[in-house]
Every structure is written in structure tokens, then in C-alpha cells.
């Protein structure tokens, strides 16, 4: 079946690095892959997402490229900031479902 | 726009009594809803799916006599937690699709989710 493998956490930055969040996927035929961030207390938002190979999602700084030669979608900012401290999902669906990732924990300290 | 809200957000029981979460698509038409559970630093659980007017479907191992889940709106779904015990306590997401035209929209919008404690 679909399954998604994300990087383990936790991981902690000082504000402005770099942050990358590996994440690669198991799918049968063409998903869609996104990735979903939940901030302390809240439901999930989504971030951003890519429906077709080598899509780029992009929002709030935050970019991910769908690559279908390696399966992965990597989440990539070039300077984070305190507000981004957050649990991010990547996630892909294949039909009605979303298969999620277990979930990267990033703390980001000032 | 996509704003999927959830109510309560809170709420406190007694073991043995039923509560009622509600899940509302404010601002599209939903007809696909998605119930998850998320237990503590983990990620979600799909319960079940629900479809306007049809009997929703259970994920594997998820009781459906004790999840109740109704679909009666396009803006609507409800999921009962019944006869509640202290095993049941968790953070309770819905998430909507919404059908754009004739085509259904693959993203799922999420609530803010119902953080449940049985006591």
C-alpha cells in the first residue's frame, strides 16, 4: 500500500538557518504529494502541495519539489524563524485517502 | 476561503457518557469528510470516511458502533463518541474535501480539531 517516510525528529535551528525535512514515498501510480504543518494545539494547515512530477509547492518560504526519480519530496526553507517552530506532515493521496508521515518536530530558538 | 472549523473545541466527560463532535465546512461544499485521531506526538489516524447521504466507512479496527458518524449536509458532518471511556480521550480532526465544478478537489482542508478527555 501507500506509505510516506519522513525524517525523524526533533529537530532544533537557531532562527535564520536553513531547515530540511526529508521525505520520501511509497505509491502505486501518480500521487499527489503535500505537505501539511500543525502548530502547538491546532488542527493541521496546509502548506503547500504538488500534483504532477517536478511541481514545486511553495509558500511562506517554504518549498518542495515532487520528484518521481527518487520518490521524495523534501521540505526546504532558507531561514526560519520562531514562528515556524511547528510539527510538519508530508503526506500524499492516491485516491480518497491521505497517507501521512509521522511527523517532523521543529523547534526553532531566537 | 477552505475554512473547516470543529466544535467544541474542548470538552471534558464523564466515563460512560456520549459526546457529540461537529465538523462544518464554512466556506464550500464538502461532500467527502474525513474523521482522524492523533494521539500524542504521533501522527493521524484515519477513522473513517463520510459521504453526504451514505453510510460512512470504518477504517480497519475502528468500532462504528462507538464512532457514530452522520453526514446529513454538504456543510456537515458529526462524529459520537459513545458510551465514552478514559481510553478514548484524544485529539479528534475532521478534514473536508471540497467539490469544485464537477470535480472533486484532491486537498483535504482540516479543522482545528476536538481535544477530548474522559475522566
Known amino acids: 500500500g501507500d506509505s510516506v517516510t519522513q525524517m525523524e525528529g526533533p529537530v532544533t535551528l537557531s532562527e535564520e538557518a536553513f531547515l530540511t525535512i526529508n521525505c520520501t514515498y511509497t505509491?502505486?501510480?501518480?500521487?499527489?504529494l503535500f505537505w501539511y504543518v500543525q502548530y502547538p494545539g491546532e488542527g493541521l494547515q496546509l502548506l503547500l502541495k504538488?500534483?504532477?512530477?517536478?511541481d514545486k509547492g511553495s509558500n511562506k518560504g517554504f518549498e518542495a519539489t515532487y520528484r518521481k526519480e527518487t520518490t521524495s519530496f523534501h521540505l526546504e526553507k532558507g531561514s526560519v524563524q520562531v514562528s515556524d517552530s511547528a510539527v510538519y506532515f508530508c503526506a500524499l493521496t492516491n485516491d480518497y485517502k491521505l497517507s501521512f508521515g509521522a511527523g517532523t518536530t521543529v523547534t526553532v530558538r531566537a | 476561503g477552505a475554512v473547516v472549523s470543529q466544535h467544541p473545541s474542548r470538552v471534558i466527560c464523564k466515563s460512560g457518557t456520549s459526546v457529540k463532535i461537529e465538523c462544518r465546512s464554512l466556506d464550500f461544499q464538502a461532500t467527502t469528510m474525513f474523521w482522524y485521531r492523533q494521539f500524542p506526538k504521533q501522527s493521524l489516524m484515519l477513522m473513517a470516511t463520510?459521504?453526504?447521504?451514505?453510510?460512512?466507512?470504518?477504517e480497519q479496527g475502528v468500532e462504528k458502533d462507538k464512532f457514530l458518524i452522520n453526514h446529513a449536509s454538504l456543510t456537515l458532518s458529526t462524529l459520537t463518541v459513545t458510551s465514552a471511556h478514559p481510553e478514548d480521550s484524544s485529539f479528534y480532526i475532521c478534514s473536508a474535501r471540497s467539490l469544485a465544478g464537477v470535480q472533486m478537489e484532491e486537498t483535504q482542508y482540516f479543522g482545528p480539531g476536538t481535544r477530548l478527555l474522559v475522566l
Open positions: 463520510s459521504n453526504e447521504g451514505s453510510k460512512a466507512t470504518y
Open positions: 504538488a500534483t504532477k512530477a517536478d
Open positions: 505509491a502505486t501510480g501518480y500521487p499527489s
